[in-house]
């Protein structure tokens, strides 16, 4: 009995060492970023989901103040639509929200797309381990990183570098409070632009992902949404993501293309980089479109006198102080 007692003890030590180095090894920005998601226990009714466009130009709390609606901006940089499907299908698991709005900036981009090595873990590593994670890891990552992503620590030498060195840069400019979105500051000269309504002539590697994406949603009462965010791009990036109308034509599935709506968006003033990502500027007049378009459009409750949202208040209160100390109103700067 002794002999199976320390074996037993020897086993629960080594998986609770596992266990606390996979903590200490994931990053600070997967908790910022997606921390306030596990962590919430209310209905979530909104997920914004895509690229670094989506991320800096949606502000979830800001659609709060003004709506009421409880959302959460899912999206992370250099995100393959193939990434947004895993994205929705673990989230769905903990929050089920009543629409989905997805981008499609990255519909000419394949599913195995090489995609940035952190970032990648800025996502998995907030997920809980489960079969599910597994499965998602395994569908969009080659089988030589699958542990790595199971369990950071066992092959994330970067990682372990940041820890011994006591540097670890931030990958998004993003709090707790600010309901997965980020906020850049500054102002960036855009590149050219010349806006065309062509359509690109074949079909992308994204397109496909995109309809499983909208099966997922549909099969879990879901109202899907294609969106796409106003940059300074070029032609053909505009003709590719301007065919995402024939898919939802086709599907019968809105496609919100704010290239052609009354945004409000100046690329020379809303815009923090020449790729246009929006600054606070910007967003703020991108968020409050989407949140008059959706309120119109769907049954989504207003949860702003609700006292089991009470949370949310706080972090509105915490968002705006930050907002007005990091890019104070009018200023310019």
Request: glycine share 6%.
């Amino acid at each position: 009995m002794k002999r199976i007692l320390s074996v037993v003890l020897l086993l629960l030590a080594v998986v609770g060492g596992l266990l606390l180095c996979d903590r200490a090894t994931r990053r600070d920005d997967a908790e910022r970023k997606f921390g306030s998601f596990f962590s919430e226990k209310q209905d979530i009714d909104v997920f914004f989901m895509g690229t670094s466009h989506v991320l800096d130009g949606v502000t979830p709390m800001e659609l709060w103040r003004d709506y009421g609606i409880s959302a959460y901006n899912m999206a992370t940089s250099s995100e393959t639509l193939g990434m947004t499907e895993q994205i929705l299908k673990l989230c769905i698991q903990t929050h089920k929200p009543k629409v989905a709005v997805i981008d499609v900036y990255y519909i000419d981009k394949p599913d195995d797309l090489e995609w940035t090595y952190s970032y990648r873990h800025l996502f998995f590593d907030a997920v809980p381990l489960s079969p599910a994670k597994f499965d998602a890891v395994r569908a969009i990552l080659p089988k030589g990183e699958w542990l790595e992503f199971m369990m950071p620590f066992s092959l994330y030498h970067s990682r372990w570098e940041e820890l011994l060195s006591g540097q670890s840069a931030r990958l998004v400019d993003c709090e707790p409070f600010m309901m997965g979105s980020e906020m850049r500051v500054g102002h960036g000269d855009p590149l050219p632009y010349t806006r065309t309504h062509d359509v690109a002539a074949d079909e992308l590697p994204g397109e496909a992902a995109l309809r499983r994406i909208i099966d997922t949603c549909r099969s879990n009462g879901i109202e899907p949404v294609l969106m796409a965010l106003p940059a300074p791009v070029s032609e053909e990036e505009q003709m590719e993501m301007n065919r995402a109308q024939l898919l939802a034509d086709e599907l019968g599935v809105p496609f919100l293309n704010l290239f052609d709506e009354a945004t409000g968006i100046d690329f020379t003033t809303d815009c923090y980089d020449y790729l246009g990502h929006m600054n606070p500027d910007g967003a703020t007049k991108l968020t409050a479109f989407l949140g008059a378009w959706l309120s119109e459009r769907y049954d989504l409750t207003d949860h702003r006198t609700d006292a089991a949202y009470a949370a949310w208040n706080e972090k509105l209160e915490q968002y705006e102080a930050y907002r007005a100390e990091h890019w104070p109103a009018a200023s310019g700067t």
